[in-house]
């Protein structure tokens, strides 16, 4: 299904919103999909800064499934270094000074975490953040304290890959609550993250969420449509699924 045909199915339930409203419904019910079955999936590139340690993340992101730092993969870091740099923002210690830029090594043992903390390169409180550390022995000391991690001391452009889930894409604004979203009706917005054979459930969510508030709230009907999309979930859930895993041979005795 493209937008216009879409829009067409909710305007049969709720003839009286308007444009905008109906694409607030299908990113609403593009986020419940996204969030339920991991259905949207996206890359994301970041540049690695000597000395830095935390890196803002895109506020789309659900779950971040792996991170490569120069196409290579690197694992997730159990715990967190117990020296911080500092990198805090939110207050701000001004009477702390960052930890001085380290120096890059031949070991190249890196790891990647996340942090719900707030920091200078991040532009809101609310978005999570990644943290790239390095492993060195006895890399950092402070207050009587050693730790074997060391903030990031490669800079580079666009050699942070984090693959992750995420949420829909939005409709453009600059033609919010028309069909002419940038001529790309199949592929605008939440359309193109969804797959085609899924855009059937997607317009059943959106309904669902039209019943639920004015000038149409319908508790009941908004129930009826709920549990036929919360289904469609469960379709786009196996799916999922047959993507990533394989079968086996089951031995039999003849």
Known sequence: MNKIQITELIKMHHPDVSGRQYEMYIEMAADRIAEKTGAIKKTFLLNSIAGQRWYGLDSSIIKIDKVEFNDVRIPKLIGQPIIQDDEISNPNDSADTALPTPTANSDNKRFWMISD??????SSAKNKRLGIVEKITSAVTRDGRTSNYQSCSITGTSNIRIYADTFGSRFTQSAAGTDQDDAMLSTSGPL????E??????????????????????????????????????????????????????????
Not at 192 to 195: F, G, N
Not at 217 to 245: P, S, Y
Request: hydrophobic share 40%; no cysteine.
């Open 197 to 254: 054979q899924f855009h059937e459930i997607l317009a059943t969510g959106a309904i669902a969420y039209g019943y639920k508030f004015p000038p149409n709230l319908d508790l009941q009907a908004h129930q009826v449509f709920m549990d036929d999309f919360m289904k469609g979930l469960q379709r786009i859930k196996i799916f999922e699924r047959t993507k990533t895993t394989t079968g086996f041979i089951k031995p039999y005795d003849f």
């Open 192 to 195: 193109k993250d969804i797959p």
């Open 117 to 122: 903390y707030d920091t200078n390169v991040v």
